[in-house]
């Protein structure tokens, strides 16, 4: 009687979002939880762009829009492109949708068919693996550990190629680790790309602009690569808009044509108000951005020395994002006894709940993400959040034996 269709029993739920409900049950009790789970900013929107934002309101724009988005979205990003990415986009290449999480689905779901393989590096997103299944693709993972910066070689991407390979999901920088790609590197994976040509590569970044070793490099900037890439990105990190609901791709017109059918169907375009307060961000001064880059590079520099303070913690130090990924399996077969509770930690899932539990710091397991060994902290919280959430940590790490 309560069946569910095949496709929605391989899904499995995501982990983030499960751990960060797990933190409001216990906040909801009265416990003071210090949330680390979130990739999320603190940060509130800029006030310039809620000013676009009522202003839309009062021009009433409160109609649906088209589909891929309005003309003036369309064209903010086409125009932050070229000018901070030199790239050359038109406006009948972009299509924006209800946040740059849709913009990845809309792609694999367009493109990924039953059969088809998808190579993900992993650490991972944790969504990628998930939708790859519900377009009945397959998921093929290659691992790129602690000792490699989590950053995949081209050999490993040769080795993963078949006659199968429909698509590469790149992100960088990357969510979970914080790492993030060369122009030299992206060179060097676009070189394999080059000997297979039918293989379209999905760049996810939403974390161009949190970024500490310098310019951004897209895959996209390559030569030759540009009409067989899609770009994800949005406007939820940069500009601490994850509530607006806005991302895009910028992709050859034959992909943007597809996804914008396939939204046609679901769920039309994004919300009319978010889009003109995303065209303000898009167009309008910058220094916002910059300001929150170098807050989150502050914070980044503290939790890495506090983790590197931490017994038991192996640490690569990010490079972007607001995402540290530290190496925990030393305290693998380790236990506690908190409160007449018995703990055993067999894996970095036990090690989150049990920090969450103990400690009251939430985190999420690395196996979530494709790698058995780390757990994922997230450091867009205070520098205070951030120096009482490490010592709690220490401190609940003191009583494994």
Known sequence: MNTLSARLNRLEPSATLAMSQKSSELKAQGIDIINLSVGEPDFNTPDAIKAAAHKAIDDNYSRYSPVPGYPVLRQAIVD???????????????????????????????????????????????????????ADGTPVIVPAGIDQHFKITPAQLEAAITPKTRAFILCSPSNPTGAVYSKAELEALAEVFKKHPDIIILSDEIYEHINYVGTHASIAQIEGMKDRTVIINGVSKAYAMTGWRIGFIAAPEWIVKACNKLQGQYTSGPCSVSQIAAAAAFSGDQHCVEDMRLAFERRKKLIVQLCRETPGFEVSEPDGAFYVFPKVSSYYSKSAEFSNIKYQISNNMDLAMYLLNVGHVATVGGQAFGDPDCIRMSYATSDDNIVEAMRRIRQALALLK
């Open 80 to 134: 932050k492109l070229k000018r901070e990415n030199d790239l050359d986009y038109s406006p009948a290449q972009i299509l924006c949708s209800n946040g740059a999480k849709q913009s990845v689905c809309n792609v694999i779901m367009a493109i990924v068919g039953e059969g088809d393989e998808v190579i993900i590096p992993a650490p991972y997103w944790v969504s990628y693996t998930q939708m790859v299944k519900l």
